[in-house]
């Protein structure tokens, strides 16, 4: 017998008139008349081919059939509201999982934080972290692979929007024992020249690059080395071996490992850390809930840093 055969509503009036023994009962729970909800059961032992009360002046009764098939109705009826109920946190954007992909450091400090916050309010939202190098979040959003992202600007092209969420200067970390360390606040980039240096990721290293493409030849900074990670970076600078240069957020890495930072002047880099999403297509209802939460929650990170 093909589903759509009876409709959602008899079996509520079935339910409500079997579980009150009476017309007029179930009729005031659903908001019906008596006459409405005896001929939504009239329509459904039609459809079913036997009868589903016995009936009298005094008491409405479920029939033998009626009580072989009240599990059944009771059962259906349960998954309809669940499946009700698992839209409507859809919809209000309270269920569901949402990847995001951020570098190490925000994806091991920023973000767990946020999880954490977020989940107070929404425990059923599901945030599952992807660890994913600054070259390859814009790529990531755009192929769908995460749903958004979060990390240092890149270039984004147009189906990917980046939405600036704070600046970071870009600083120098060293031990406290460092020549460096001893020196007034600000260095000069002039002053890095001759300094070992350890980069983590092609992209410190080209944005060191970048910006002293105009400087002399004698003046340029060139890494001695260049690290996938950043912690790898930073344990060689708290060994002494070199400096690191990164933007000032990740001191939440850098300062348990005593290293010391120090602001690099003319020019001073500034480094936007932002979030990435999707401009093509749609983001669910539980990723733009946690997208609109990012933008607020991590530039407070930040702050608090």
Request: net charge positive; hydrophobic share 50%.
């Amino acid at each position: 017998m093909p589903l759509t055969r009876f409709t959602l509503r008899q079996i509520e009036a079935f339910m409500a008139v079997a579980e009150s023994h009476s017309f007029t009962l179930a009729a005031a729970r659903l908001g019906l008349t008596a006459q409405a909800v005896s001929q939504l059961i009239a329509e459904l032992e039609t459809i079913l081919d036997f009868r589903l009360f016995d009936r009298t002046t005094r008491k409405v009764a479920l029939s033998s059939a009626g009580r072989d098939f009240v599990a059944s109705a009771s059962t259906l009826l349960r998954h309809v509201h669940a499946a009700d109920s698992a839209a409507n946190d859809v919809r209000n954007r309270a269920s569901g999982v949402v990847r995001v992909g951020a570098p190490l450091v925000l994806a091991s400090t920023a973000l767990p934080i946020a999880m954490r916050d977020y989940q107070a309010s929404k425990p059923k939202v599901v945030v599952r972290v992807r660890d994913v190098p600054v070259d390859q979040l814009v790529d990531r959003v755009a192929d769908g692979d995460v749903d958004l992202a979060l990390g240092p600007d890149r270039h984004t092209g147009p189906s990917v929007a980046a939405t600036p969420l704070f600046d970071s200067a870009w600083v120098l970390w060293c031990v406290p024992a460092h020549p460096l360390a001893r020196h007034r606040r600000a260095l000069r980039w002039a002053e890095l020249a001759g300094v070992a240096i350890v980069c983590a990721g092609r992209d410190h290293e080209l944005n060191v690059a970048q910006m002293h493409r105009d400087a002399p030849a004698g003046t340029r900074v060139t890494p001695v080395d260049v690290v996938d990670n950043i912690s790898t970076a930073l344990g060689i600078a708290a060994q002494g071996l070199a400096v690191t240069l990164a933007p000032a957020y990740i001191g939440v890495l850098a300062n348990p490992l005593g290293l010391v930072m120090k602001r690099v002047v003319e020019p001073e880099s500034v480094r936007k850390v932002c979030l990435y999403t999707p401009a093509t297509r749609a983001l669910s209802p539980a990723a733009a809930g946690f997208a609109e939460f990012l933008a607020t929650r991590i530039p407070r990170w930040s702050n608090e840093g």
